[in-house]
């Protein structure tokens, strides 16, 4: 079965490959770079590409920056559900705008390029189709007809058909790969020797808007009843999907088990988010579990409403923050906390009375999870280095 650990492809791989191309390009860029003084203007530029490039790899890889744009690739099977891929585009173009608002508000320098930085913006290009790469003195390329028609689309008409400012322009191609119910506005593009091309513009600046003004629900390490830390030799946005794809999940949550995914039911908008649900039914003995995403911040944390069935089938009402936190060197800290919502002396006494059976089915997952990771990582080389720690030291469960 492939798996997960294919996020930054094989190395050593030179055949043809079958993926997503994605290109992030700063807009306005050659006004900006024409119209100030270049030393501020290239530090301010090299900041905003060198962000884009941190942000989007991995999980995809990087290919090389072509002036004010970023390329990247990735394999198929990198991305098993394409809203993932998404979710990393509007991730980055939240993580580029606060960045460049952050940029704005901090300079005192009074040079046209500081005072211009407001006018950059960004996009995307996202295509799905066949290349080769190519591999020389370590530098790594791509080539075939779809790498072509990738950039050819930066060069787009989007903009002259009062489309949005701020886009991910997704190929009829690439869409095939993203959920079907997330329905987007067409655009056909016209190129010498490809003809039509169709797609859909996913207007980003509502995305922006959205994650800058929803509520936000946030367990606290003081606020949580339990917490559980797993120390895991991936970047947060792999090991998102570790914890967010059902299929991933399963791997390790639930395998003791059953060998069946969770169910997953997506929002009205067709995406894993605040309003979807998640239904787990094979914990051990009559444990199960249903799920409300109610806060969704890709690749930083996510909150959820549990419900939950005890010793006996008793119903329990849980909020559970699941955080993912950077630690360098491609590694993350994956921390699962869990506060009750009733806050009543018989709910806390119920909460007592199952420590040690949640304590050790958390034990166990956490121990499934890194080794489960471990295994990819040493599989298909995803960047995990050094000795790890013993299992037990990195899966340390934390009552209160």
Known sequence: MKTIATLTNRRDDYGVHEGYLLLADISGYTAFLTGTELEHAHEIIHELTTLIRERLA????FVKLEGDAVFCHADTETFREGERLVE????????????????????????????????????????????????????????????????????????DHDGPPAYAFFTHACQQHLPPSFELPSHIEMYESFGETKGGVHDLDPVLSRMREERRLYI??????????????????????????????????????NEDPDQDERNPEGRLGPGATSHCTHGPGHLMAFREFIDWRPFAYFTSRVTTTVAGGLPRSL??????????????????????????????????????????????RGSDLVSIVEEDVAALRLGGRGDPQPREARTPTTWR
């Not at 028609?149 to 903009?159: G, M, P, Q, V």
Request: aromatic fraction near 8%.
């Open 58 to 61: 991995p999980p995809m890889r």
């Open 88 to 159: 990393l585009i509007e991730a980055c173009y939240f993580e580029f705008s606060n960045r460049l608002l952050d940029m704005t508000r901090a300079t005192t320098c009074r040079c046209v390029a500081c005072a211009a930085i407001g006018s950059l913006g960004l996009k995307f290009v996202s295509h799905y189709g066949s290349y080769v790469v190519e591999r020389d003195d370590r530098r790594e390329d791509l080539a075939g007809p779809d790498v072509i028609l990738a950039h050819r689309l930066l060069k787009n008409t989007i903009s």
């Open 220 to 257: 606290s390490a003081s606020d949580a009843d339990f917490e559980i830390p797993i120390d895991v030799p991936v970047p947060p946005a792999v090991a998102w999907q570790y914890v967010v794809d059902p299929i991933e999940r399963q791997r390790w949550a639930c395998r003791r088990y």
């Open 319 to 364: 909020i559970e923050t699941v955080e993912f936190i950077p630690l360098g060197d491609h590694r993350t800290r994956i921390i699962i906390r869990y506060r009750a919502t009733n806050r009543s002396r018989m709910s806390l006494l119920v909460g007592r009375a199952t420590r040690a059976l949640v304590t050790g089915l958390w034990q166990r």
